[in-house]
């Protein structure tokens, strides 16, 4: 990449969001020790106003301003926004703004695994300094983050393992065979993503391995903020509305954050965008929670959940530990933003995703179908109007023309962990890989 030898890391601090404590990262910092509950930590910038830089193949590194970042890695790619004609249309809406994450390359978007996912990668490997290379970059994922971490670590030469699901290790397909530096290991089949989760734990408690931290990491939630980054910037002022469909709840944090800093630059108004995000039935826990007004999630059986993840058509939205209630999470997001959590069937996914791929030609991920039909939703409720401008994040696209035009290759898992694996069974396993 031209522009890596003149970078320099991006110059930030740490702010607690329950104390409003201002800290350094000691390199890799998740949250703040002194903080007596839970919370997030965010960077606050030393460049208040956002300079998108040119270049070519910079992807996401054009706003590398605002990404907690040491370096710049191979092979970026971005979020590309347009004004959307064919189902803005048929929404009856004026300013209806996508946001593609993706494999479609007259748009621009390359995403060579389809999936927004390569926006975290592409900034928590980033983040990585030259000690915690040294060690093994640990992730759990239900599938897409899987597949995005693969890919930036492969590309780049950084040791990765994998914690998936064996039900969902489908989504592990790639372009190309990947480097040995990257490993899988999953949890049987029957488990869900809190199962490999736990397993990741357990790898994270022995030497030599690197928790990547989940929504807690910043540079997770700024890459993933690339996406409202990319259509403010585009639209030349904050949205009114922001869709997405969440499992974590994740991106939908980050695009507020984000949001928040465009109101510090000064240059793209003053209003936050209403968050309205979605979950797949019948697994909406945060809906349910959100729908009581409670800021802790209600109780919910393991066994019942994984037997509604099962049932849902996106699995990628099945987080049973999401950051909701925290500090800076996504009940606060939406407190502050006047948002809405919605509920969208099976059916009516499938309906929102044959609409989607008729009026914009691109086939997009179920999740991301899931984001469109809370869209019609609320158009169909009044919620939103004609005039309003709206950015519908589309997290993951283009997968099946990507397939047809490329030859594909699956990663095997190493080892197939049964549910009740122990620490020493775990470290003997990793020892022998």
């Known amino acids: 990449m031209s522009d890596k030898m003149n970078f320099t890391p991006t110059k930030y601090q740490l702010q607690t969001v329950a104390t409003g404590r201002i800290s350094e990262d000691q390199g890799w910092t998740l949250d703040d020790k002194e903080c007596d509950k839970p919370s997030m930590v965010r960077p606050v910038y030393e460049k208040k106003q956002l300079a998108v830089r040119e270049g070519k ?52 978007a390359r995403m060579t695994t389809c999936s927004f996912k390569e926006m975290e990668a592409f900034s928590v490997c980033a983040r990585l300094g030259e000690e915690l290379k040294k060690k093994v970059l640990v992730v759990a994922s239900a599938g ?68 990547e931290g989940g929504a807690k990491n910043i540079a997770r939630r700024d890459g993933m903020g690339t996406a409202m980054l990319s259509a403010t910037t ?56 959100w729908k009581a007004d409670s800021r ?22 099945s987080n049973r530990k999401p950051p909701y209630g925290l500090a800076g999470g996504l009940y606060d997001a939406l407190k502050d933003t006047n948002g809405d959590i919605f509920a969208v069937s099976n059916d009516e996914a499938n309906a929102a995703k044959t609409l989607f791929e008729e009026t914009e030609d691109i086939d997009i991920y179920h999740a991301a179908a899931v984001a469109t039909a809370s869209l019609m ?45 122990t620490k020493d069974e775990v470290e003997r396993v990793l020892n022998a890989l």
């Open 377 to 421: 939703q609320a158009v169909e409720k009044g919620m939103v109007k004609a005039d309003d401008v709206v950015m519908l994040n589309i997290t993951g696209g283009g997968e099946s023309r990507f397939h047809t035009e490329h030859e594909i290759h699956y990663l095997k898992p190493a080892h197939i962990f049964k549910i009740g694996f």
């Open 234 to 289: 585009f639209i030349g002022r904050s949205p009114d509305f922001y869709f997405q469909a969440v499992g974590s709840g994740t991106g939908a944090i980050a695009a507020w954050e984000a949001n928040l800093r465009f109101i510090g630059d000064g240059r793209f108004g003053t209003n936050k965008a209403c968050l309205m995000v979605s979950q797949n039935k019948p697994f909406v826990p945060m809906y349910e929670a």
């Open 57 to 108: 193949d910079l992807g996401l590194y054009r706003y590398a301003d605002w990404l907690p970042i040491k370096t710049l890695l191979a092979n970026p790619s971005e979020p590309v926004t347009y004004k959307s004609e064919g189902l803005a249309k048929r929404l009856g809406l004026n300013n209806l703004y996508i946001t593609f994450n993706g494999w479609w390359p007259e748009r621009g």
């Open 144 to 211: 897409n983050t899987a597949r995005a971490f693969a890919k930036v670590c492969s590309d780049n030469g950084i040791k990765l393992l994998l914690c998936v699901p064996q039900d969902n290790i489908n989504a592990l397909w790639f372009d190309k065979p990947l480097n040995d530096c990257v490993k899988l290991i999953t949890t049987e089949s029957g488990s869900d993503y809190f199962d490999a989760i736990n397993l990741s734990n357990v790898v994270c408690e022995l030497d030599g391995y690197l928790a």
């Open 296 to 317: 802790v999630l209600l109780p919910y059986d393991a066994d019942q959940a994984r037997k509604d993840a099962a049932e849902i058509c996106a699995p990628v939205l």
